[in-house]
């Protein structure tokens, strides 16, 4: 399949942190005739295997992380209407009039109620909705719901993927179920490589709740080199520093203390000699990714970052840029091939 | 006691994440004292091979500092602070480039053309830039890129009895391990002089997990905050001698290497105070939970003004603090905790 | 009820677990295999199974407090927190030191309750003058609060109950274990209120196939509370999440299926705020599957907790039971 089929299929399943192990099936079908090996670790993170010529001597451990934010249920009222709180990140303000899936003993659909205008005051309308206040309805009544559903059971907004205009495509999940998809690229454009390192394409677990589950995975595989694959904002509408990527124009490289100066400068060299559109941004501290618990794990790995700009962060209605995806795959494949047997990164 | 070595530590332009400059200088230093080893995330580490206890000594190489963000079009520089810095010191100092010495100014507005609202406020860190003397972003892109490291400028200062410089937090502790390294110890003793302490202790725990220490202290530069008002709110007291930390944010120190150092104190009759308030973190954290973890304390030297451009010690501080490390470690040579 | 009576009686704020781990000790000793003290102190307590599987049950021995940090030359201590300590819910408390001496916790009197802050307390040991004081009390001795121990039907309330409950539920099923598959490794960590660390070293020391943590949880049943599903009295309650972790989907589902099976009474856990000391087990080494079960308390963090002991026997028939019988 290609990786826009498998970024579509990945943002329809339904995983938040925790159940990263939902994935493995969508993810050892595509991977599979692209490595050599295919294992699980602990916790549900996902690790294909390319072998490459150092024969487990030199290993580059690439990683995006699989889980989405969500919420979970909290309470089941008298009426049978569900209450609930989030997983990770989520704005409540997304929330009214959303369509969701609560995964019970089965799948069951529900939706947050939204008072209609007609019965709002202007003053209500000023203000936001608390997640306190809203509930799920299924249309089912109470003894109907306690059959399927418990507190605890976790629900995802129902969404399905689906082209914009140009490249752009919407869905939810793309943080950072697209940075899955760059792996998937890069390990499809290292089908025509020769590479002395051995690839480990990593779909780590629990990176939304700030558990740092990439640091199991990390510690695993024991690379030499740690690259995280994550998002950034691409809000480009906004006046706002902060937001470092714009979709369409190249791959945000990262650049500071958590990122390994000699390799980020390589990394940087190799876009630029191969004409592959890209922009440095820098971090002075915590990058807040998976690059930070990867950096420190062991007796210390030189980590890399890159993002996928992307729009709408945290919500059901995320907007990337397919080309940036392809675009990401080519720079880690190119940077890959370009590691050799002999190199010094020493500080 | 000669500080010349103390004027070159802290002369190194070394932020967190850029470590370079001073690892360099304090290699020159201490290679001929043991074995090195500099790891992925920068740390330099000194190995006294010996039998016995594995025991780490820790410092910090990095300083607080400053990162290129963003170039504007007329050539002022954005930059973010590394390390916890407080905006409001950096209001009209001066900075200078690691990569290549240059200097810029950080500058302000004049208060004649503040109003009255903004002259009692602070100036929030995202409207501060820095000023290299360039008028377009193209000129200023000579000589500085996105991700380039600056620190403060600042000269060393002998005042007699007491020193100011930049980064004297954690230099100080630099130059205590690399006088402890002189000498042989009846144990296997690793000096660690870590990096990207001050972004969250990053080296430290990678370097305790490689050396798998048995004991570990931790030597600082410590905050005084004693020209607060109220005497009960300082941390440390510059003058009163070397500082025993009790508990921080990052770990608390262990009940009897805690005992040993304070007996150790007392019965030499070495001026010591205790590190009060539980403000801060230092590397002791990481390292205590390191592998299935390790007895750990800190002792620092008291110094004023940490974070900022003008930090002080005061030498007797810092000869005492030497003394009472060196008896210490007498004593754990001796197993006596 | 007399352990548990002992267990909170005993002094062990974080860093100074010593006199609680001596009694844990003494009990657990004639049911386990392998008992030792790691550097940190913890206590790792092994009775070993049939397969090689390893399972890492725990529970934290240390208990929130204060620690002295200047004294005034009129003899008030002041002091900073060990672990978070609300300054609302230890005013007018009194605290105890490990040599006995005891002082009220007061405020400045200009202060406000409203904005009351640490800072703003001192504690009175009723000493005239900085001498005296210096020769009761050091700067660096560390305090925990004096509670009463009272049983009124089936709740019990003391202080300390976070975390000796766990700590007593831990030997309890120690003392009920017969059989079980896998090798059990019955944990007391210290250091859980300040900065997990016991936990960290521990886990990695033990490299555990599956954890379930034993710690107390808030309620959601007083006037006009935060909607939360626990209730006291409801049984055992099964962890979904907390601040600082999620329990993994297959044990909890065990956890489930094990209370069904054996009709334990028990319900759902969800905590907002808050962690345990399962944020550092399940992401050790390469992962751990790790669940908790949690007690129902009321006044978390105040010199006098609750807990029915209802709660705590479903706790400990599940802890066993799950003991017994897990192996992956």
Redesign the interface.
Known sequence: MDGKELLFKLSNLNAVSGSEYLLKNTLSDAFKDYVDDIDEGNLGDFIAHKKGSSDGKFKIMIAAHADEVGLLVTGIDERGFIHFNEVAGIDPKTLPAQEVIIHGKKDVYGVIGAKPPHVLSSDDMKKAVKIEDMVIDTGLDKDEVLKLITIGDFITIKREAKNLLGNFMTGKALDDRSGIAILYECARELQKMNHYADVYFVSSVMEETGCGGVSTSTYKINPQIGIAVDVTFGDTYLDDDDVDGDCGKGIPIYVGPNLHPKLTEKLIEVAKENNIPHSISVSPGATGTDAWEMQIQREGVPTLLISLPLKYMHTSTEVIDYRDVKTAGKLLAQFISEIKDGDSYEL | MNYDVLKEYTDALSP?????NI?DVIKSKVQNFGDIV??????LMVHKKGSGKRVMIAAHMDEVGF????ICKDGRI?F????GIDPRILVSKRVVFVKNNLLGVIGVKPIHLQDREERGKPIPK?DLFIDIGATSKEEAEKYV???DFAAFESEYIDLGETIKAKALDDRIGCFLLTKLLKDDYDFDLYGAFTA?EE??S??A??AA??IKP?VAIAIEGTTCADIAKD???FVTTLGDGPAIS??DR??????KL?KMIINTAEENKIPYQ?R???VGGNDA?RI??A?????TCTISVPTRYIHSPISMIKKKDFENTLKLIKLVLKNIEKGEF | MELLNKLTAAFGPSGYEDEVADIIIDEIKPYVDEIKRDRLGNIIALKKGKTSKKIMTSAHMDQIGVMVSYIEKEGYLRFTNVGWVDPHAILYHIVRFKNGVTGIVSKEDKKEIKDLKLKDLYIDIGACSKEEAESKVRIGDFAVFKSFFKLVGDRVYSGALDDRIGCYILIEAAKRLKDNKSDVYFTFTVQEETYTSGAATSAFAIEPDMAVVIDVTDTGDTPNCNAMAVKMGDGAAIKVKDGGMICHPFIKKFLEETAEKYGIKHQYEILVGGATDGSEIHVSKTGVLTGAISIPSRYVHTPEELVDMKDVEAVISLLTKTLEEWEK
């Open positions: 967190s994440g850029c470590e370079g690892r500099v790891d992925s995330m920068g740390n990162i290129v963000t963003s954005k973010g602070t590394v390390g995202k890129k996105l991700g990207q972004v969250g990053r080296g725990g990678v997990y490689r048995d005497e009960k709110d009790l508990m990052t770990s608390s120190a262990s009940g805690l205790f009060r308030g539980i954290g205590s939970r592998r299935e973890g390790c007895l």
